[in-house]
């Protein structure tokens, strides 16, 4: 990760603007990793093309959305064959459904941590998932920095629910969300 | 030593071809059953290129095997009986038919995977299938089964060749090593 130390925003001690933010996305200084388990090992895998839109209402947090859209063409698996069988019809069937999306319905927050529940589709199959958000400004900004942020996302899907059901004895059912974006102010 | 069969004996190619093969076959025999038989992970899962790899290089040297064998006759067989004569032919024919079969189907299964094959990281194998899981299943379990009776077929013409050596005690053994 390119910006090691950051400063976690709390999401209730701001007072900046009223109307939700809209923010696009650096990809020079974005990862959007997953970590799935075969044979007993983590390994990250990642997404080199996607689109993130966050707009964040820093009064009113129920009025911030999130929406990913992942590229599954562009999907890796930490290895060769990894990458192969991640893209393959078994998997993620890249060819069929170049798309994986996340689209919020409501966000929470408590803290400095933000609940988003949203419809993700993987393979055409609908499902609510859960994701967990974070916002950090840059060490060494302004507390009062909003233009250039990084949020960090997190969830857990089980692939068996969206029928990514290949290699079941040697792959295991989740698949973890990490994306760590570098975001900016539109 | 001469480079090709004469009528009485084997050259060397083919004997080098022989035993190579014969060798390779069976530890890919082995091989194979051992990566089937495996809880794959991050450790052990580049045992299974490594296995597509050996057993194409032994499908290039068994397709020039052929090819040597049909621009050059193997010597005469030894004296036998009729019926032995036939079984040999019969056995020779189906191993050759095997030999083929068994990397080739391995090669049309594994295509079928979507995986790729590399050839001991200098390039990339082409496949030869579109990724579909049905003819990857197919074809890995013809492969499995054609291996199995190529080593059946392997082990009735290693028990001929030492009935010949040891009870018959003539040159067919002999002359292939020799
Ligand atoms: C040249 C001679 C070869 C022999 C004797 C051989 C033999 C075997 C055997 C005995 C098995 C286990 C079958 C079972 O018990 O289910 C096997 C598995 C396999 N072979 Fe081969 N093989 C050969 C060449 C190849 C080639 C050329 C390829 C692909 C390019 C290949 C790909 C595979 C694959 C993908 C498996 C399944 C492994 C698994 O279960 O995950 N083999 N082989």
């Known amino acids: ?186 | 030593m001469s480079a090709r069969n004469t009528p009485t004996q084997y050259g060397w190619i083919t004997k080098s071809l022989h035993w190579i093969i014969a060798i390779g076959l069976w530890a890919m025999f082995f091989f194979g059953k051992y990566i089937s038989n495996l809880e794959l992970g991050p450790d052990n899962y580049h045992l299974i290129p490594r296995h597509k790899a050996f057993g194409m290089l032994l499908l290039a040297l068994i397709t020039i095997r052929i090819l040597w064998r049909v621009t050059n006759p193997p010597p005469a067989a030894l004296p036998a009986k009729p019926m032995e004569h036939l079984l040999a032919k019969l056995v020779h024919t189906v191993l050759y038919v095997l030999m083929l079969a068994t990397p080739f189907f391995g090669w049309i299964g594994s295509s079928a995977t979507g995986f790729s094959i590399p050839f001991f990281g200098l390039f990339d194998i082409p496949l030869i299938w579109g990724e579909d899981e049905k003819v990857a299943d197919l074809f890995l379990m013809l492969h499995g089964y054609a291996a199995m009776a190529m080593t059946a077929l392997a082990t009735m013409h290693i028990l001929a060749a030492l009935y010949r050596h040891l009870i018959i005690r003539d040159e067919t053994l002999r002359r292939m090593v020799r």
């Open chain 1, 1 to 186: 990760m390119r910006i090691l130390f950051t400063l976690l925003i709390c999401l209730f001690a701001s007072n900046v603007t009223a109307a939700p933010v809209k923010y696009t996305v650096d990809t020079q200084n974005t990862d959007v990793n997953f970590t799935y388990t075969f044979g007993g090992k983590d390994i990250i895998g990642a997404f080199n093309d996607y689109d993130i839109n966050v707009a964040v209402d820093f009064q009113a947090l129920q009025n911030s959305t999130v929406s990913v859209t992942l590229k599954t063409k562009t999907a890796t698996g930490g290895f060769v064959f990894g990458t192969q069988a991640m893209r393959s019809k078994k998997i993620l069937s890249a060819k069929a459904f170049p798309e994986i999306t996340f689209q919020s319905k409501s966000v929470t927050g408590a803290g400095d941590t933000a609940t988003i529940n949203g419809d993700i589709t993987v393979r055409g199959i609908t499902k609510p998932l859960t994701l967990t958000a974070q916002l950090f400004r840059p060490r060494g900004s302004d507390v009062n920095e909003r233009d250039n942020l990084f949020i960090k996302i997190i969830g857990t899907l089980d692939r068996f629910d969206f029928g990514a059901d290949g290699y079941p004895k040697e792959v295991a059912p989740d698949l973890r969300i990490n994306i760590l974006a570098a975001i900016q102010k539109q």
